[in-house]
C-alpha cells in the first residue's frame, strides 16, 4: 500500500514540497483506514458517548467511567477503563502471534491510562468449524490468547466464538480489557508541557510488524499467510508483565504526564499523536531509541510496531526515578526527546527526516463519501425437518455447543476477582473497591447481522445487555469492535451503516453510552467479504458479587419472559441456527416494545431471593436455552403452547432476543414485577432426575443431561 495520488497532492500542498521517505510512509500508515478511519468516522456520530459516569469518552487510548455511589469521603471515586482491539489480518497470517499481540494491545492501552488490567474478553470468528484451515486458524488463536494472557496474569473471563462460512478467508480476533483505576491515578494521552521530555520504556525496537497499521487497511490477498507475514508483531507476555509492573509504580509514584502505547505506526504513531491532542509538537531523536537489531534505519525505528512498549511524556526533574524503575523491572529506558510547541520533528544521526504538523498529520487525513446499499431481508422459506432431528443439529451446532474447550485453556481465576467465571451468561468481577460487582458480556452474531444488519445490531446489544441483566446487574457503559468488509463496495458499506446505526440506537434505549472503540474495515479476502460483524463488550454493576447461577435447581417454577408468539402468530425465524443448520430464510424477529424495561426488571428480580435460576434465550433458541439448563442432578419438565399446528419449530427455535428463562419459588414476585413489562408464561417445574422433557404443541422431546453433554461436546470431538 501506498498514500494514494490525491492524498499525496494534498500532502505536498501543506508541506510545501515532497515528503521525505519516513514523512511518506507515517502519512501512509496513520491516513490509513486502520488509523483515520477514513470511512468509518462520519457514521460514529451516532453512538450517544456521553453519561453521568462518563469520565473520559471516544478518542484516547481507553474510555474511563466512574463506578456509580461510590465516592470516599473526601470526594474520589473508583473508576474503570475500558478497550477494545481487534486483531484479524495478523491473526490469519500468524494466529498465534496476531491474536497474542491483540491481547498485548489492548493491556497497554488500559496502561496508558493509569489503570490496572483486571480483565479480558475475547469475541472470535472463524469459517465453519468442518473446514480444516479454520480449525487451524482458531486452535492457534485460542493458543496464543490463552499464552499471553495467562502469562500476564490478567484473566480472560469472557466473551463467544462463532463460526460462519464467510470468516473462512478473513477470521476476526476481537479482545477487550477491562481496568481499574482512580481520579487520582487517571493519565491521558495528551501531551501536557514544552519542555517535558520523551521516555520510550520497555522492549528493544526490532523489524517486526513493519507497516501494519496500512497492512491492516487493505483486502487480504490469496498469499496473505507468507506474503504479509513481516507485518505481523511477535509478542513477549513475560516483558509485558514486567511492563505492567513497572507502569504501576510509575503511575503510583505520580511520575507520568501523559502515556501512548507504541501500536499501529509505532513510536511515530505513538509520539505523534500523543503531541497532537494536546496542540504542541516533539522533537525527536531516533539513534536514542534502544534497539535489538543491528543498523535499523530512521524508517525502520520510525514505523516498527515491536510489541510490549509505552510512550511516557516526563518532567525533566521526573526522568532519573523513571529510568531507575524501568532498570529495576529489567526494561529498556530511552530518552528520545521532548515536547515542544513547534512541529513534530524527528532526526536521525544529525539529519532531519519528519518536520510536519503534529495535528495535520494525525488528523489531517480527509473523510470518504462512499456510497451505500440498504440490505433488504430475505424472503421466507421454511425447511421442513423433523423435530427430534432439528433439536439435536440445534444443539451439537458449533455456534451453540459449549465453549468450554476455549475458557478451560484460559487462566479465568487469576487475580482473585472472578465471582462468575465464563461459561455463564456474563461475568462477574468483584470490585472489592467499591463494593460493587462488575458483570461483562462480549460478542456479536453473524447470522442476525448477515440477514438484518440494523435489525440484528439492535439485538446484539439488548442481548448483551439481557446477560448482564440475568446476573442481576445494570448496564453501565459499552464499548464496540466494529467489523466490516471492503467499504468501497455500495452493498458492503450499506450492511455496515445499517450495523453502527442499529447498535447506537439499541445502546441509546439502553441508556448505556457507547465511550469508545474500534474499527476495522476491509475484511475481504478471495473467499468475500465477511458478514457485517458489531461485536460490543458491555459492562454492568450491581452492589456485591453474587448471581444467580444458570443451572436450575431440583426443586422450582420454570416461567419464560418475554414473547412466545402466540398473539403475534406468525413467530420469525430469521437469523436463527435453526435456519442456518437446514438452509431456510426469513425475516428477523421483533424486539421488544420495551427493551430498557425488560432489562431494568429483570435485573431486580434477579436479586430477589425467591429466584433461583437465570438463564438468557439467543441463539439456538428455547430448544438450547433449556438444554443448557439440565445438570445431572436437575432436570426439566416443560410445555410450549403454539398458536397452530405446524408452528412447533418456530416457537422452539427461534432467536427473538431480550428474553429469558427464570427458575423461581415464588411465581407471582416474577410476573408481578413484570405486569404491563413483558409477558411471562408458566412453562413448568424442575426434577431431580437430570432428563429434560420438552412438549411443543402435539410433539414431545425427551432427552436427559448426558446426552445433551455429549451433543454440546461438538467443538471438543472435533479437535481430538
Given at each position: 500500500?501506498?498514500l494514494a495520488?490525491?492524498?499525496?497532492k494534498?500532502?505536498?500542498?501543506?508541506?510545501?514540497?515532497?515528503?521525505?521517505?519516513?514523512?511518506?510512509?507515517?502519512?501512509?500508515?496513520?491516513?490509513?483506514?486502520h488509523?483515520?478511519?477514513?470511512?468509518?468516522?462520519?457514521?460514529?456520530?451516532?453512538f450517544?458517548?456521553?453519561?453521568?459516569?462518563?469520565?473520559?469518552?471516544?478518542g484516547?487510548?481507553?474510555?474511563v467511567?466512574?463506578?456509580?455511589?461510590?465516592?470516599?469521603?473526601d470526594?474520589s471515586?473508583?473508576?474503570?477503563?475500558?478497550?477494545?482491539?481487534?486483531?484479524?489480518?495478523?491473526?490469519?497470517?500468524?494466529?498465534?502471534?496476531?491474536?497474542?499481540?491483540?491481547?498485548?494491545?489492548?493491556?497497554?492501552?488500559?496502561?496508558?491510562?493509569?489503570?490496572?488490567?483486571?480483565?479480558?474478553?475475547?469475541?472470535?470468528?472463524?469459517?465453519?468449524?468442518?473446514?480444516?484451515?479454520?480449525?487451524?486458524?482458531?486452535?492457534?488463536?485460542?493458543?496464543?490468547?490463552s499464552?499471553?494472557?495467562?502469562?500476564?496474569?490478567?484473566?480472560?473471563?469472557?466473551?463467544?466464538?462463532?463460526?460462519?462460512?464467510?470468516?473462512?478467508?478473513?477470521?476476526?480476533?476481537?479482545?477487550a480489557c477491562?481496568?481499574?483505576?482512580?481520579?487520582?491515578?487517571?493519565?491521558?494521552a495528551?501531551?501536557?508541557?514544552?519542555g517535558?521530555k520523551?521516555?520510550?520504556?520497555?522492549?528493544?525496537?526490532?523489524?517486526?510488524?513493519?507497516?501494519?497499521?496500512?497492512?491492516?487497511?487493505?483486502?487480504?490477498?490469496?498469499?496473505?499467510?507468507?506474503?504479509?507475514?513481516?507485518?505481523?508483531q511477535v509478542?513477549?507476555?513475560?516483558?509485558e508483565?514486567?511492563?505492567?509492573?513497572?507502569?504501576?509504580?510509575?503511575?503510583?509514584?505520580?511520575?507520568?504526564?501523559?502515556?501512548?502505547?507504541?501500536?499501529?505506526?509505532?513510536?511515530?504513531?505513538?509520539?505523534?499523536?500523543?503531541v497532537?491532542?494536546?496542540?504542541?509538537?516533539?522533537?525527536?531523536?531516533?539513534?536514542?531509541?534502544?534497539?535489538?537489531?543491528?543498523?535499523m534505519?530512521?524508517?525502520?525505528?520510525?514505523?516498527?510496531?515491536s510489541q510490549?512498549?509505552?510512550?511516557?511524556?516526563?518532567d525533566?526533574?521526573?526522568?532519573?526515578?523513571?529510568?531507575?524503575?524501568?532498570?529495576?523491572?529489567d526494561l529498556?529506558?530511552?530518552?528520545?526527546?521532548?515536547?515542544?510547541?513547534?512541529?513534530?520533528?524527528?532526526?536521525?544521526?544529525?539529519?532531519?527526516?519528519?518536520?510536519?504538523?503534529?495535528?495535520f498529520?494525525?488528523?489531517?487525513?480527509p473523510?470518504?463519501d462512499?456510497?451505500?446499499?440498504?440490505?433488504?431481508?430475505?424472503?421466507?422459506?421454511?425447511?421442513?425437518?423433523?423435530?427430534e432431528?432439528?433439536?439435536?443439529?440445534?444443539?451439537?451446532s458449533?455456534?451453540?455447543?459449549?465453549?468450554?474447550?476455549?475458557y478451560?485453556?484460559?487462566?479465568?481465576?487469576?487475580?482473585?476477582?472472578?465471582?462468575?467465571?465464563p461459561?455463564d451468561?456474563?461475568?462477574?468481577?468483584?470490585?472489592r473497591?467499591?463494593?460493587?460487582?462488575?458483570?461483562?458480556?462480549?460478542?456479536?452474531?453473524?447470522?442476525w447481522?448477515?440477514?438484518?444488519?440494523?435489525?440484528?445490531?439492535?439485538?446484539?446489544?439488548?442481548?448483551?445487555?439481557t446477560?448482564?441483566?440475568?446476573k442481576?446487574?445494570?448496564?453501565?457503559?459499552?464499548?464496540?469492535?466494529?467489523?466490516?468488509?471492503?467499504?468501497e463496495?455500495?452493498?458492503?458499506?450499506?450492511?455496515?451503516?445499517?450495523?453502527?446505526?442499529?447498535?447506537?440506537?439499541?445502546c441509546?434505549?439502553?441508556?448505556?453510552?457507547?465511550v469508545?472503540?474500534?474499527?476495522?474495515?476491509?475484511?475481504?479476502?478471495?473467499?468475500?467479504?465477511?458478514?457485517?460483524?458489531?461485536?460490543?463488550?458491555?459492562?454492568?454493576?450491581?452492589?456485591?458479587?453474587?448471581?444467580?447461577?444458570?443451572?436450575?435447581?431440583?426443586e422450582?417454577t420454570?416461567?419464560?419472559?418475554?414473547?412466545?408468539?402466540?398473539?403475534?402468530?406468525?413467530?420469525?425465524?430469521?437469523?436463527?441456527?435453526y435456519?442456518?443448520?437446514?438452509d431456510?430464510?426469513?425475516?428477523?424477529?421483533?424486539?421488544p416494545?420495551?427493551?430498557?424495561?425488560?432489562v431494568?426488571?429483570?435485573?431486580?428480580?434477579?436479586?430477589?431471593?425467591?429466584?433461583?435460576?437465570?438463564?438468557?434465550?439467543?441463539?439456538?433458541?428455547?430448544?438450547?436455552?433449556l438444554?443448557?439448563?439440565?445438570?445431572?442432578?436437575?432436570?426439566?419438565?416443560?410445555?410450549?403452547?403454539?398458536?397452530?399446528?405446524?408452528?412447533?419449530?418456530?416457537?422452539?427455535f427461534?432467536?427473538?432476543?431480550?428474553?429469558?428463562?427464570?427458575?423461581?419459588?415464588?411465581?407471582?414476585t416474577?410476573?408481578?414485577?413484570?405486569?404491563g413489562?413483558?409477558?411471562?408464561?408458566?412453562?413448568?417445574?424442575?426434577?431431580?432426575d437430570?432428563?429434560?422433557?420438552?412438549?411443543?404443541?402435539?410433539?414431545?422431546?425427551?432427552?436427559?443431561?448426558?446426552?445433551?453433554?455429549?451433543?454440546?461436546?461438538?467443538i471438543?470431538?472435533?479437535?481430538?
Amino acid at each position: 500500500m501506498s498514500l494514494a495520488d490525491s492524498d499525496h497532492k494534498l500532502v505536498v500542498s501543506e508541506l510545501g514540497r515532497e515528503p521525505t521517505p519516513a514523512e511518506a510512509a507515517l502519512f501512509e500508515n496513520l491516513w490509513s483506514e486502520h488509523c483515520a478511519y477514513r470511512s468509518s468516522r462520519p457514521l460514529l456520530s451516532a453512538f450517544d458517548s456521553e453519561g453521568d459516569q462518563v469520565v473520559i469518552g471516544p478518542g484516547d487510548d481507553a474510555a474511563v467511567v466512574a463506578l456509580p455511589g461510590n465516592e470516599d469521603e473526601d470526594g474520589s471515586s473508583t473508576y474503570i477503563t475500558m478497550g477494545i482491539e481487534s486483531h484479524n489480518h495478523p491473526s490469519y497470517v500468524d494466529p498465534f502471534d496476531g491474536a497474542a499481540t491483540g491481547v498485548g494491545g489492548i493491556v497497554r492501552d488500559t496502561l496508558s491510562m493509569g489503570a490496572y488490567p483486571i480483565a479480558l474478553a475475547d469475541s472470535l470468528y472463524f469459517g465453519e468449524f468442518d473446514d480444516e484451515h479454520s480449525k487451524y486458524l482458531f486452535e492457534g488463536v485460542v493458543e496464543g490468547i490463552s499464552h499471553y494472557g495467562n502469562c500476564i496474569g490478567v484473566p480472560t473471563v469472557a466473551g463467544s466464538v462463532d463460526f460462519h462460512p464467510d470468516y473462512e478467508g478473513n477470521p476476526l480476533v476481537n479482545v477487550a480489557c477491562v481496568g481499574l483505576t482512580d481520579d487520582e491515578r487517571l493519565v491521558t494521552a495528551v501531551a501536557q508541557e514544552p519542555g517535558n521530555k520523551l521516555v520510550l520504556v520497555g522492549n528493544g525496537t526490532g523489524r517486526d510488524g513493519l507497516g501494519g497499521a496500512s497492512f491492516a487497511s487493505e483486502d487480504l490477498a490469496e498469499d496473505a499467510e507468507t506474503e504479509d507475514r513481516p507485518a505481523v508483531q511477535v509478542g513477549d507476555p513475560y516483558a509485558e508483565k514486567l511492563l505492567i509492573e513497572a507502569n504501576e509504580q510509575l503511575v503510583e509514584e505520580q511520575l507520568i504526564e501523559s502515556a501512548r502505547d507504541l501500536g499501529a505506526a509505532g513510536l511515530g504513531g505513538a509520539s505523534s499523536e500523543l503531541v497532537a491532542k494536546g496542540g504542541l509538537g516533539a522533537h525527536i531523536e531516533l539513534e536514542r531509541v534502544h534497539q535489538r537489531e543491528p543498523n535499523m534505519n530512521a524508517l525502520e525505528i520510525l514505523l516498527a510496531e515491536s510489541q510490549e512498549r509505552m510512550c511516557y511524556e516526563v518532567d525533566p526533574d521526573n526522568v532519573d526515578r523513571v529510568r531507575e524503575i524501568a532498570e529495576r523491572f529489567d526494561l529498556g529506558c530511552s530518552v528520545i526527546g521532548e515536547v515542544t510547541a513547534e512541529n513534530y520533528t524527528c532526526t536521525f544521526e544529525g539529519e532531519t527526516v519528519v518536520d510536519v504538523d503534529a495535528y495535520f498529520l494525525g488528523e489531517g487525513a480527509p473523510m470518504n463519501d462512499l456510497e451505500s446499499e440498504p440490505v433488504d431481508q430475505p424472503e421466507t422459506e421454511l425447511p421442513a425437518v423433523d423435530l427430534e432431528e432439528a433439536f439435536d443439529a440445534v444443539v451439537s451446532s458449533p455456534n451453540t455447543a459449549s465453549k468450554r474447550w476455549v475458557y478451560r485453556q484460559y487462566d479465568h481465576e487469576v487475580g482473585v476477582r472472578t465471582s462468575v467465571g465464563p461459561g455463564d451468561d456474563a461475568a462477574i468481577i468483584a470490585v472489592r473497591e467499591a463494593e460493587q460487582g462488575l458483570a461483562i458480556s462480549s460478542g456479536a452474531a453473524p447470522n442476525w447481522t448477515a440477514v438484518a444488519p440494523y435489525e440484528g445490531a439492535k439485538a446484539i446489544a439488548l442481548e448483551n445487555a439481557t446477560n448482564i441483566a440475568a446476573k442481576g446487574a445494570t448496564p453501565l457503559a459499552a464499548v464496540d469492535c466494529l467489523n466490516g468488509g471492503n467499504p468501497e463496495k455500495p452493498d458492503v458499506y450499506g450492511g455496515f451503516k445499517g450495523a453502527v446505526d442499529g447498535l447506537a440506537d439499541m445502546c441509546s434505549t439502553l441508556s448505556a453510552p457507547v465511550v469508545g472503540g474500534n474499527v476495522s474495515l476491509y475484511n475481504d479476502s478471495v473467499a468475500g467479504p465477511i458478514p457485517p460483524t458489531p461485536t460490543l463488550a458491555m459492562v454492568g454493576t450491581k452492589d456485591g458479587y453474587d448471581a444467580p447461577p444458570l443451572s436450575v435447581e431440583s426443586e422450582g417454577t420454570l416461567l419464560l419472559v418475554g414473547d412466545v408468539g402466540l398473539e403475534a402468530g406468525d413467530l420469525r425465524l430469521g437469523g436463527s441456527e435453526y435456519l442456518a443448520q437446514f438452509d431456510g430464510s426469513d425475516g428477523f424477529p421483533e424486539l421488544p416494545a420495551d427493551p430498557a424495561a425488560v432489562v431494568e426488571t429483570l435485573a431486580d428480580v434477579a436479586n430477589d431471593e425467591s429466584t433461583l435460576a437465570v438463564h438468557d434465550i439467543s441463539h439456538g433458541g428455547l430448544a438450547v436455552s433449556l438444554a443448557e439448563m439440565v445438570t445431572e442432578k436437575a432436570g426439566l419438565e416443560v410445555s410450549l403452547p403454539v398458536p397452530d399446528a405446524g408452528d412447533e419449530s418456530a416457537v422452539l427455535f427461534h432467536e427473538q432476543p431480550g428474553r429469558v428463562l427464570i427458575q423461581t419459588e415464588s411465581p407471582e414476585t416474577v410476573t408481578d414485577a413484570f405486569d404491563g413489562v413483558a409477558p411471562v408464561v408458566e412453562l413448568g417445574t424442575a426434577t431431580d432426575d437430570g432428563e429434560l422433557t420438552i412438549d411443543v404443541g402435539s410433539e414431545t422431546i425427551t432427552t436427559d443431561a448426558a446426552t445433551i453433554d455429549d451433543h454440546r461436546s461438538t467443538i471438543e470431538n472435533g479437535l481430538e
